[in-house]
């Protein structure tokens, strides 16, 4: 299968929970299409930054949309687990997830196509950065177009066994 029929296949898989804020749904059912292909996939979360805008000579404005994974928010997820909460219910902490490819270094993310979305919804003004409609590329390059995404070990392992509940995995 080519890159894009793999990313139409993990979105097909992620049905209804294919929308923005929605990462840990599409990371997971993209390390399981990757996984079936034959690649070898590690499910990671943490922290992701995109460019907003091309036009750099404008001084003004936000630069970057970024979610940022941090010890407090965790802590404070992990005090409503403690209140039995349905996990479905609970908001997760600020994080990203996304696929990474084990033997190429690459990350495979498939949200940036709803990066236009959540500016405006979220912070109210048009998105002016590349359009893109998914992520297949090692690491490294993708620093020198502004884009970064940093994997941590608490974020992920929490990431992943939440999203083994939510899918009912054992």
Same mark, same amino acid.
């Given at each position: 299968?080519?890159?894009?029929?793999?990313?139409?296949?993990?979105?097909?898989?992620?049905?209804?929970?294919?929308?923005?804020?929605?990462?840990?749904?599409?990371?997971?059912?993209?390390?399981?299409?990757?996984?079936?292909?034959?690649?070898?996939?590690?499910?990671?979360?943490?922290?992701?930054?995109?460019?907003?805008?091309?036009?750099?000579?404008?001084?003004?404005?936000?630069?970057?949309? =970024? &979610?940022?994974? !941090? @010890?407090?928010?965790?802590?404070?997820?992990?005090?409503?687990?403690?209140?039995?909460?349905? #996990?479905?219910?609970?908001?997760?902490?600020?994080?990203?997830?996304?696929?990474?490819?084990?033997?190429?270094?690459?990350?495979?993310?498939?949200?940036?196509?709803?990066?236009?979305?959540?500016?405006?919804?979220?912070?109210?003004?048009?998105?002016?950065?590349?359009?893109?409609?998914?992520?297949?590329?090692?690491?490294?390059?993708?620093?020198?177009?502004?884009? =970064? &995404?940093?994997? !941590? @070990?608490?974020?992920?392992?929490?990431?992943?066994?939440?999203?083994?509940?939510?899918?009912? #995995?054992?």
């Amino acid at each position: 299968m080519t890159q894009q029929e793999l990313v139409t296949r993990a979105r097909e898989l992620a049905g209804r929970r294919n929308k923005p804020g929605r990462c840990l749904d599409l990371a997971w059912w993209t390390c399981v299409v990757l996984g079936a292909a034959g690649y070898k996939v590690c499910f990671q979360a943490g922290s992701a930054s995109w460019p907003l805008r091309q036009d750099w000579e404008r001084p003004e404005g936000i630069t970057h949309l =970024s &979610y940022e994974w !941090n @010890k407090p928010s965790f802590e404070e997820f992990m005090a409503r687990m403690m209140d039995e909460t349905p #996990v479905e219910n609970i908001p997760l902490p600020e994080i990203h997830c996304w696929a990474g490819l084990v033997d190429t270094q690459e990350i495979v993310d498939l949200t940036p196509c709803f990066l236009p979305n959540v500016v405006w919804n979220d912070l109210g003004f048009p998105y002016d950065g590349e359009e893109l409609d998914y992520i297949w590329s090692p690491g490294a390059s993708l620093h020198k177009e502004g884009i =970064s &995404y940093h994997a !941590n @070990k608490e974020a992920t392992l929490l990431a992943f066994n939440l999203a083994r509940t939510v899918m009912g #995995v054992p």
